[in-house]
């Protein structure tokens, strides 16, 4: 068997992954990366000096953490 893994963590591929017909993806997480960007605008309209880059890292999702992802984001688009 070869593993498949996929790069992105949109819930058709969350919900593949929990099937267990996808090995895994990795996800850059949109909710950190607008939370963070929201964050640093907040500071530079206060005059505060920000980080040129920031990480807001990625995930992991494989099956035991798939329903996990796919709760958070059927949450989110409510």
Do not use: C, H, W
């Amino acid at each position: 068997m070869i593993p498949v893994i996929g790069a992105d963590g949109i819930i058709e591929m969350l919900e593949l992954i929990e099937e267990g017909k996808l090995s895994g993806t990795v996800a850059q997480n949109p909710y950190d990366m607008g939370y963070l960007s929201v964050e640093a605008a907040t500071k530079v309209m206060e005059g505060e000096e920000v980080e040129n880059n920031m990480d807001s890292g990625v995930d992991i999702i494989i099956q035991g953490n798939a329903m996990q992802r796919l709760d958070f984001q059927r949450r989110l688009l409510r």
